[in-house]
C-alpha cells in the first residue's frame, strides 16, 4: 500500500507505529525518488559502514555502494519483476565491469 502524508509529525508518528521495511520520499518538482531501507533486505549498519557519503546542497547522506546497490537491485527485480529495476541491474554491472578493468 502507498499512502502520502504532507504532515512530518503525522509522517514520523506512522512509522514508528507502522514499521515498515521501507519507505521512500518523492520530490513532486524534480521527480526525485529517496528510498529509505529500515534493515531490509541488508541490515542498515552493513549498508551504512560501506557507503559512500554524497553533499547535496549542505546535507551529507550516506548512498549505498555500487555493490550493494546491485545486490539490492537483484532481491527487488525477483520479487516485482519491474522493467525499471532490469535497467538498473544491467547499468550498475556495467559501471562496476568498467571500474574492474
Do not use: C, H
Amino acid at each position: 500500500m502507498t499512502a502520502t502524508i504532507a504532515n512530518r509529525r503525522v509522517a514520523a508518528a506512522r512509522l514508528r507505529l507502522d514499521a515498515p521495511a521501507s519507505a521512500y520520499f518523492l520530490d513532486p518538482d524534480t521527480g526525485l525518488r529517496l528510498d529509505l531501507l529500515f534493515d531490509f533486505p541488508l541490515p542498515a549498519a552493513t549498508l551504512a559502514r560501506r557507503a559512500t557519503i554524497v553533499k547535496v546542497r549542505s546535507r551529507a547522506w550516506r548512498v549505498a555502494s555500487e555493490e550493494d546497490l546491485l545486490r539490492m537491485k537483484r532481491i527487488a527485480q525477483a520479487g516485482r519483476s519491474s522493467p525499471g529495476d532490469a535497467e538498473d541491474i544491467a547499468f550498475l554491472e556495467a559501471r562496476l565491469t568498467k571500474r574492474r578493468k
